[in-house]
């Protein structure tokens, strides 16, 4: 049977669609309103970087620029319109967001697709907690937009009108794994494996010999944590510890941890944010440890974007959040695939 993606142009698939994707168009819509609303400026950022981003686990699609001479330039399709917006808001930009196309390899699902959407915007000289009301209004406004009072998702149900829950992923790992993640984090960052696979061991979590501490902490998340938050009101899972957040600036009460938080409603991850590391020193260190990460587990880098580091220097204080719009579209109007929010999918 062919691959619904490779059949979307078929007028039965089609009607069967078109309602989700009409929704979409009122959302979008709706959204690009709220913005102007708030004072926000829409950017667009080019699609083809130097780097893709610098996170050891997502994948980009590369390409290469000619020369009117032939010679070629990797280039890379941006996995988020980050580094950009953050030239932006060092350019002098205050309120920023962009809505447009983003790709990310080695990612296909119900939930994942090679090329999608996403929404991110940036507040200069705020908290992250301001994103955290924003991530609140959106949810509402996208929920009222398509007509509906309550997401669906997999036996799951949330109430997008509800003010989220406020959990830091400490509470989290104690309420849902039984497990003491800080125990295994240090004030200056260091991670201390062994206290954290005897923890998991205890909760049921299958941990390997070569596991590393950051796999374990993802073993746990995904396995015991994230399929329960989001359920009954959306939930904002905050303060994640540094290694986690490398884009991010420690909390001060506690440099443990991080200015980060992702949303989740029906226990499907929808945005993530951070107060943004503005650090160029700490930023270039905390990148290469990335890409150390990178090549041990995948074999390969991607190179550091040195514009980034050098603008970095001269950005505001800001905070920024990057949320999936397909996903969202997916909750807000009960589709079950990706696939059925997107007007035209990559074939499959």
């Known amino acids: 049977m062919p691959h619904p993606s490779s059949t979307w142009w078929r007028s039965d698939v089609h009607q069967d669609r078109r309602p989700f994707l009409l929704a979409r168009n009122r959302i979008t819509k709706a959204f690009r309103a709220w913005f102007e609303a708030q004072g926000f400026e829409e950017v667009e950022t080019a699609a083809l970087q130097v780097s893709p981003g610098a996170e050891a686990h997502l994948h980009a699609f590369a390409t290469e620029a000619l020369s009117a001479g032939g010679e070629a330039?990797?280039?890379?399709?941006?996995?988020?319109?980050?580094?950009?917006?953050?030239?932006?808001?060092?350019?002098?930009?205050?309120?920023?967001?962009?809505?447009?196309?983003?790709?990310?390899?080695?990612?296909?699902?119900?939930?994942?697709?090679?090329?999608?959407?996403?929404?991110?915007?940036?507040?200069?000289?705020?908290?992250?907690?301001?994103?955290?009301?924003?991530?609140?209004?959106?949810?509402?406004?996208?929920?009222?937009?398509?007509?509906?009072?309550?997401?669906?998702?997999r036996g799951m149900a949330c109430d997008p009108f509800a003010q989220p829950e406020r959990l830091s992923v400490a509470e989290a790992f104690q309420r849902h794994a039984g497990v003491d993640l800080l125990a295994s984090v240090a004030s200056d960052g260091e991670t201390d494996r062994g206290a954290l696979a005897a923890s998991a061991r205890a909760a049921g979590v299958r941990v390997a010999e070569d596991d590393t501490w950051a796999d374990i902490f993802s073993r746990?998340?995904?396995?015991?944590?994230?399929?329960?938050?989001?359920?009954?009101?959306?939930?904002?899972?905050?303060?994640?510890?540094?290694?986690?957040?490398?884009?991010?600036?420690?909390?001060?009460?506690?440099?443990?941890?991080?200015?980060?938080?992702?949303?989740?409603?029906?226990?499907?991850?929808?945005?993530?944010?951070?107060?943004?590391?503005?650090?160029?020193?700490?930023?270039?260190?905390?990148?290469?440890?990335?890409?150390?990460?990178?090549?041990?587990?995948?074999?390969?880098?991607?190179?550091?974007?040195?514009?980034?580091?050098?603008?970095?220097?001269?950005?505001?204080?800001a905070s920024g959040s990057a949320l999936g719009f397909d996903r969202l579209v997916l909750l807000a109007t009960g589709a079950r695939r990706i696939e059925d929010v997107l007007w035209t999918p990559v074939a499959g």
């Not at 980050?82 to 080695?106: D, M, P, Q, Y």
């Open 220 to 317: 746990i998340i995904v396995e015991k944590v994230e399929p329960r938050l989001g359920e009954g009101r959306p939930t904002i899972l905050c303060e994640y510890p540094i290694p986690e957040a490398a884009l991010a600036r420690p909390k001060a009460a506690d440099r443990r941890v991080a200015e980060r938080f992702e949303l989740y409603a029906c226990g499907v991850e929808l945005a993530n944010a951070f107060g943004e590391l503005t650090d160029p020193v700490e930023q270039r260190r905390r990148f290469i440890l990335e890409m150390d990460e990178k090549s041990r587990v995948y074999g390969e880098r991607h190179p550091i974007d040195e514009d980034f580091l050098a603008a970095l220097g001269h950005m505001p204080e």
């Open 73 to 153: 330039s990797p280039l890379y399709l941006h996995t988020s319109p980050e580094f950009a917006c953050k030239k932006l808001l060092a350019a002098g930009e205050e309120k920023i967001f962009s809505l447009g196309k983003v790709w990310r390899n080695r990612e296909r699902g119900p939930l994942h697709h090679p090329e999608f959407t996403m929404l991110e915007w940036y507040r200069a000289k705020a908290p992250y907690e301001t994103l955290m009301d924003d991530c609140a209004a959106l949810l509402a406004l996208a929920a009222e937009t398509a007509g509906t009072k309550r997401f669906d998702f």
